[in-house]
């Protein structure tokens, strides 16, 4: 079955995505799909195992060191990268996604990473004899674990602090779930108008901002998949494997702690939002409570004989 180029980018593109992978992978990853999306041999995992191939490849030029090697080894991590975005687009594409496949790709993906870093910085100390490369491994590689580490740990919360509002929610009525869309559309589409024509000259962040969006390109620019890219693609082709690393892990610092505050700031707002949720639903349960006494109580009458009786 032949797609088009329109329908990959439809059916697998992400709304809004990293700018190094919406710049420079996309591109390239969905006229790949386009050439195997009819073999359906070609699966999810086979291009998970691909991509740790072509990873191992890198690994081999990084290992070597020299100024050529290095350059050689940035081209196969990036290469590694884009097989390994095709996988997901191949799942959601021909529907051949699997939970194994998931776990799988997360694994190799760590594996790739943390040996290229012991190839990168090792082959560094063997061809210049400077210790500072063993402890920049050490940061690379902590710092790659840790945002991965602390990304799960922050959507566990997340969805902890949902659920627990969720489940204080009335059941969902399906005609009212309709009715809420439409006004949802009528808001956006007013909204929408009154964006498309404001009454002053938006700021130069909200500009920004728009125009990152419209490209699919999300706000902030430096997120662990920039960070992968800086220290195994940037810091080789540059020759500045050090400098390169160090600038790339202080952004990914200065990313993380943005988020980090994101989720205490939610913390601090759980606590009065689930109150809230909580005196909403006894509220709600009172009524129904009520009825219920009130169905369950003894009538008490008098029979046609004038005798009293009770129900």
Same mark, same amino acid.
């Given at each position: 079955?032949?797609?088009?180029?329109?329908?990959?980018?439809?059916?697998?593109?992400?709304? %809004?995505? &990293?700018?190094?992978?919406?710049?420079?992978?996309?591109?390239?990853?969905?006229?790949?799909?386009?050439?195997?999306?009819?073999?359906?041999? *070609?699966?999810?995992?086979? =291009?998970?195992?691909?991509?740790?191939?072509?990873?191992?490849? &890198?690994? %081999?030029?990084?290992?070597?060191?020299?100024?050529?090697?290095?350059? &050689?080894?940035?081209?196969?991590? #990036?290469?590694? +990268?884009?097989?390994?975005?095709?996988?997901?687009?191949? &799942?959601?594409?021909?529907?051949?996604?699997? /939970? +194994?496949?998931?776990?799988?790709?997360?694994?190799?993906?760590?594996?790739?990473?943390?040996?290229?870093?012991?190839?990168?910085?090792?082959?560094?100390?063997?061809?210049?004899?400077?210790?500072?490369?063993?402890?920049?491994?050490?940061?690379?590689? +902590?710092?790659?674990?840790?945002?991965?580490?602390?990304?799960?740990?922050?959507?566990?919360?997340?969805?902890?602090?949902?659920?627990?509002?969720?489940?204080?929610?009335?059941?969902?009525?399906?005609?009212?779930?309709?009715?809420? /869309?439409?006004?949802?559309?009528?808001?956006?589409?007013?909204?929408?108008?009154?964006?498309?024509?404001?009454?002053?000259?938006?700021? =130069?962040? $909200?500009?920004?901002?728009?125009?990152?969006? $419209?490209?699919?390109? $999300?706000? #902030?620019?430096?997120?662990?998949?920039?960070?992968?890219?800086?220290? +195994? *693609?940037?810091?080789?082709?540059?020759?500045?494997?050090?400098?390169?690393? /160090?600038?790339?892990?202080?952004?990914?610092?200065?990313?993380?702690?943005?988020?980090?505050?994101?989720?205490? $700031?939610?913390?601090?707002? #759980?606590?009065?939002?689930?109150?809230?949720?909580?005196?909403?639903?006894?509220?709600?349960?009172?009524?129904?409570?009520?009825?219920?006494?009130?169905?369950?109580?003894?009538?008490?009458?008098?029979?046609?004989?004038?005798?009293?009786?009770?129900?």
């Amino acid at each position: 079955m032949k797609v088009t180029l329109q329908e990959i980018r439809e059916r697998t593109y992400k709304p %809004v995505d &990293a700018w190094w992978t919406v710049l420079l992978v996309d591109p390239l990853a969905s006229r790949l799909v386009r050439l195997v999306a009819p073999y359906r041999w *070609i699966t999810p995992n086979v =291009l998970t195992l691909l991509a740790t191939v072509i990873g191992v490849g &890198a690994m %081999v030029f990084f290992a070597i060191g020299d100024r050529w090697a290095l350059a &050689a080894g940035a081209l196969m991590f #990036h290469l590694s +990268f884009v097989v390994d975005c095709m996988d997901g687009k191949i &799942a959601r594409l021909n529907g051949t996604g699997t /939970i +194994f496949g998931q776990w799988l790709d997360f694994v190799l993906d760590r594996v790739r990473v943390f040996f290229c870093a012991v190839a990168l910085f090792g082959g560094q100390y063997v061809q210049t004899d400077n210790v500072a490369y063993l402890w920049m491994m050490s940061v690379a590689v +902590f710092l790659d674990l840790f945002r991965y580490l602390n990304g799960q740990q922050m959507a566990k919360v997340r969805r902890v602090m949902r659920e627990q509002i969720e489940a204080l929610q009335p059941p969902v009525d399906p005609a009212a779930v309709t009715a809420g /869309i439409a006004a949802e559309t009528t808001a956006a589409e007013t909204t929408a108008a009154s964006v498309a024509a404001p009454a002053g000259t938006p700021s =130069l962040r $909200r500009r920004v901002g728009d125009t990152l969006r $419209r490209n699919r390109i $999300r706000t #902030h620019l430096f997120s662990g998949i920039e960070y992968e890219m800086f220290v +195994f *693609i940037v810091g080789p082709l540059l020759g500045l494997v050090i400098p390169v690393t /160090i600038l790339a892990g202080a952004g990914l610092l200065v990313f993380e702690l943005f988020l980090i505050l994101r989720l205490l $700031r939610a913390c601090q707002q #759980h606590p009065a939002k689930l109150a809230a949720a909580e005196a909403a639903f006894a509220a709600r349960q009172a009524p129904a409570e009520t009825e219920l006494i009130a169905a369950e109580m003894p009538v008490t009458g008098v029979s046609p004989t004038g005798v009293p009786t009770t129900v």
